[in-house]
């Protein structure tokens, strides 16, 4: 059974730094497509970023271009999201997410909250002073 669980969210001062956590079971995270995303209250989901299965090959979304890296470690089954320099405009729930429809050959991966499967339960993000 594929489980995504998020953590490492909280409250954070503007310029700060989280690291956030996607622990995988039921599947080996170089298997899929790991992707981020982010939904603030009365807006749509946004990609964050996303690590593809070969190579891991790594995506950004403009607001987290320069300040935000995905990594993946195959031993934890884990994905990381470090996320430094936030600002108010970051405040969010952040999401984990699996695309189990790709193989573990493919170099890219989606950006496109539809392009995934599987999905955590979210992790809040708050960066207020």
């Known amino acids: 059974q594929v489980q995504l669980v998020e953590s490492g969210g909280g409250l954070v001062q503007p310029g700060g730094s989280l690291r956030l956590s996607c622990a995988a079971s039921?599947?080996?995270?170089?298997?899929?497509?790991i992707g981020w995303f982010r939904q603030a209250p009365g807006k749509e989901r946004e990609g964050v970023s996303c690590i593809s299965s070969s190579d891991a090959n790594t995506y950004y979304g403009d607001s987290a271009k320069g300040r935000f890296t995905i990594s993946r470690d195959n031993a934890k089954n884990t994905v990381y999201l470090q996320m430094n320099s936030l600002k108010p405009e970051d405040t969010a729930v952040y999401y984990c997410?699996?695309?189990?429809?790709?193989?573990?050959?493919?170099?890219?991966?989606?950006?496109?909250?539809?392009?995934?499967?599987?999905w955590g339960q979210g992790t809040q993000v708050t960066v207020s002073s």
């Open positions: 039921g599947f080996t995270v170089d298997y899929y497509a």
């Open positions: 997410a699996a695309d189990s429809e790709v193989t573990p050959y493919d170099s890219s991966c989606s950006m496109w909250f539809g392009g995934y499967n599987y």
